[in-house]
C-alpha cells in the first residue's frame, strides 16, 4: 500500500514554529483528512489531533493541524525540548479500505 | 481508566503461527473501532488490521492479507490478532490500538507485544 510522504527530518530553535507535512492524495489526506502521532524513544505513539484539527483533551493549544487539498500540516509553536520525537501522521484510505501512515519525521529541537 | 495491554508475542519460527491477545479495561471494546499497528526495530509505524466496532468489516494491510487474522471476543472485552506463515519480516512490537471517530484517529495505545520471527 502506498504510505503518505513526510521528510524524514526537520529540525528548529528552541521557541521556534515547526511545520511538518504529509502528502497523500484524494483517496486519503484529500478525503477525511489526517491524524497526526507523535512517538519519543521507547514510548507508543500519541495521538495530537485527527480530522485536521480535533485535539484530543490534554493535548497542548502549541499543536495545530490543518489540510490544503491533499496536504496535511501539524505546526507546533514556542517549541520545547520535550517536543523533540517522532511524528506520523495517518489517514484512512477509502479506496484502498486501510489505514496508511507516513514514514515519520524526526523533529529536533537546537 | 482507559487501558489497553497486549500478550502473546514471543520468538517464532518462520512458517509457524502465533496468537496475540489485547485486553481493554475502562471502556467497551466494541463501542470502537480497534486496530492492530506493528513497529519493526529502528523503523516507522506500520497499520496491521481494524475490526469495525458494529462488526461490520474486517480489513487488512497487503503484507498480512490472508496470513493474520483480527477478533474479538465481546464478553471478554478481548481483541485478537491470529498470525499464521509468519516471516522475518514480520519481526516487529506489536500494538492495539483503540480509534476514536470513525475515521478519526488513534487515541489509546498498548506498550505492546514482541514478536520475533527467527530460526
Known amino acids: 500500500q502506498a504510505g503518505l510522504t513526510q521528510p524524514p527530518s526537520v529540525s528548529k530553535d528552541l521557541r521556534q514554529t515547526a511545520t511538518l507535512t504529509c502528502t497523500g492524495n484524494?483517496?486519503?489526506?484529500?478525503?477525511?483528512?489526517a491524524a497526526w502521532l507523535q512517538q519519543h524513544q521507547g514510548h507508543p505513539p500519541k495521538l495530537l489531533s485527527y480530522?485536521?484539527?480535533n485535539r484530543p483533551s490534554g493535548i497542548s493549544e502549541r499543536f495545530s493541524a490543518s489540510r490544503s487539498g491533499n496536504t496535511a500540516s501539524l505546526t507546533i509553536t514556542g517549541l520545547q525540548p520535550e517536543d523533540e520525537a517522532d511524528y506520523y501522521c495517518?489517514?484512512?484510505?477509502?479506496?484502498?479500505?486501510?489505514?496508511?501512515f507516513g514514514g515519520g519525521t524526526k523533529l529536533t529541537v537546537l | 481508566q482507559v487501558h489497553l495491554v497486549e500478550s502473546g508475542g514471543g520468538v517464532v519460527q518462520p512458517g509457524r503461527s502465533l496468537r496475540l491477545s489485547c485486553a481493554a479495561s475502562?471502556?467497551?471494546?466494541?463501542?470502537?473501532?480497534m486496530h492492530w499497528v506493528r513497529q519493526a526495530p529502528g523503523k516507522g509505524l506500520d497499520w496491521v488490521a481494524v475490526?469495525?466496532?458494529?462488526?461490520?468489516?474486517?480489513f487488512y494491510g497487503d503484507s498480512v492479507k490472508g496470513r493474520f487474522t483480527i477478533s474479538r471476543d465481546s464478553s471478554e472485552n478481548m481483541l485478537y490478532l491470529h498470525m499464521s506463515s509468519l516471516r522475518p519480516d514480520d519481526t516487529a512490537l506489536y500494538h492495539c490500538?483503540?480509534?476514536?471517530?470513525?475515521?478519526?484517529?488513534?487515541?489509546?495505545w498498548g506498550q505492546g507485544t514482541m514478536v520475533t520471527v527467527s530460526s
Open positions: 475490526i469495525f466496532y458494529d462488526g461490520s468489516g474486517k
Open positions: 480530522r485536521n484539527n
Open positions: 475502562g471502556f467497551t471494546l466494541s463501542s470502537h473501532n
Open positions: 490500538a483503540r480509534e476514536d471517530g470513525s475515521p478519526g484517529g488513534f487515541d489509546v
Open positions: 495517518s489517514a484512512w484510505d477509502s479506496s484502498l479500505n486501510a489505514w496508511v
Open positions: 484524494s483517496n486519503n489526506v484529500g478525503d477525511e483528512g
